[in-house]
């Protein structure tokens, strides 16, 4: 599918003579795929997870963030892709815009795919994704380590919207941060919390 129609639903929702965010272009670069989580204090507060796939930001919203605890599956609602470009994107969403809010860049980096078949060859990652079971290895500033998003719910047949889980992978000692206080969580791009981004848009 041309990348174009990938952000149709992301273009269509937004203003960009009003939002700041970025159109997208497409463009790519570093060898492994990207990773970032954004709290974003909309009409609700959350966390916003996207992996680079192609030439787009998979993207999920994580209500409480995700977990340090193999124990902790954390709930992952699916969104529009976003452009590659979202991965830098921090400030305030003008009100009336969608998702009106300020956005900080909690944590970024690559991603190693992991995803395999029942005999342990490679399955390649989006098709891991369409299957409903994803693995991989993040490195980050903050998170490091094995996760896995699982689908749950599909969403088909009326009975609800899609959902996953987020979890982490059990017996991974990797280093890593749990999910922080949002308000007081620091952006791991300018070191701003939410308070300070949505200040400093004021002053612009």
């Known amino acids: 599918m041309a990348e174009r129609?990938?952000?149709?639903?992301?273009?269509g929702k937004r203003d960009f003579d009003r939002t700041g965010e970025p159109r997208g272009s497409g463009a790519s670069c570093g060898d492994l795929p990207r990773f970032v989580v954004q709290i974003h204090d909309a009409s609700t507060m959350h966390f916003d997870f996207r992996l680079q796939v192609d030439d787009v930001l998979k993207s999920w919203s994580i209500p409480k963030g995700p977990s340090a605890d193999p124990k902790d599956k954390r709930l992952a609602v699916p969104t529009e892709d976003h452009p590659l470009e979202y991965e830098e994107f921090e400030g305030v969403i003008p009100r009336g815009e969608y998702g009106g809010g300020t956005v900080i860049?909690?944590?970024?980096?690559?991603?190693?795919?992991?995803?395999?078949?029942?005999?342990?060859?490679?399955?390649?990652?989006?098709?891991?994704?369409?299957?409903?079971?994803?693995?991989?290895?993040?490195?980050?500033?903050?998170?490091?380590?094995e996760y896995a998003l699982t689908r749950f719910r599909s969403g088909a047949g009326g009975d609800g919207e899609e959902a996953w889980l987020l979890v982490k992978r059990a017996g991974d000692r990797a280093r890593t941060h749990g999910a922080p206080d949002p308000r007081r969580a620091r952006s791991a791009k300018s070191g701003r919390t939410l308070a300070q981004v949505a200040s400093d848009a004021a002053g612009e």
């Open 5 to 11: 129609d990938r952000l149709r639903d992301y273009r």
């Open 105 to 145: 860049v909690w944590d970024h980096g690559t991603y190693e795919p992991l995803s395999h078949d029942r005999k342990g060859r490679p399955v390649n990652f989006a098709e891991s994704l369409e299957r409903g079971h994803a693995t991989f290895r993040l490195s980050g500033s903050k998170l490091h380590g």
